[in-house]
């Protein structure tokens, strides 16, 4: 190879990186595990995200990889137990479905954006927790 091909190649992929996200402590591999990216100033985890994706959970565990650009992003993440697209709530609004986020923030109400984000400069794995309240 080249030293000039080698070179384009270095330069087109460094525009991008490969974020890992691996879903731990799943309490079941009922319905879909849904994860957002969500950029700087999104309203989040509510607004349309950046990215997002959907996988079923294998053995309590689940893996969806994302290419993005160089920058700040948040991760929400939605154990979404009867696959119908809603955080599926109880009394006073405490979710029966699992959740998380890409840090483990503990706090009453949805986390903020400023408290999950995080800086992507290289290629990385963001393992997350899930809580589960009910």
């Known amino acids: 190879m080249s030293l000039a091909v080698l070179i384009a190649a270095h330069a087109s992929a460094s525009d991008v990186f490969a974020l890992e996200v691996s879903l731990l402590d799943l ?6 595990i849904r994860v957002a990216v969500h950029a700087p100033g999104s309203t989040f985890p509510s607004a349309t995200p950046v990215t ?7 053995e309590g565990e689940a893996t969806i990889q994302f290419e993005l650009p160089p920058g700040r992003y948040a ?4 154990h979404d137990e009867d ?3 809603e955080l599926d709530t109880g009394l006073f609004g405490i979710p029966k479905e699992g959740f998380g986020a890409s840090t483990r923030v ?9 408290d ?17 309240l009910l």
């Open 75 to 78: 991760v929400s993440v939605l």
């Open 106 to 114: 503990r706090r009453l109400g949805p986390p903020r954006w400023e």
């Open 116 to 132: 999950c984000a995080f800086e992507l400069t290289e290629d990385a794995t963001l393992p997350i927790r899930m809580t589960y």
């Open 52 to 58: 997002a994706a959907s996988v079923r959970p294998i």
């Open 83 to 85: 696959s119908d697209g």
């Open 27 to 32: 309490r079941n591999d009922e319905g879909l």
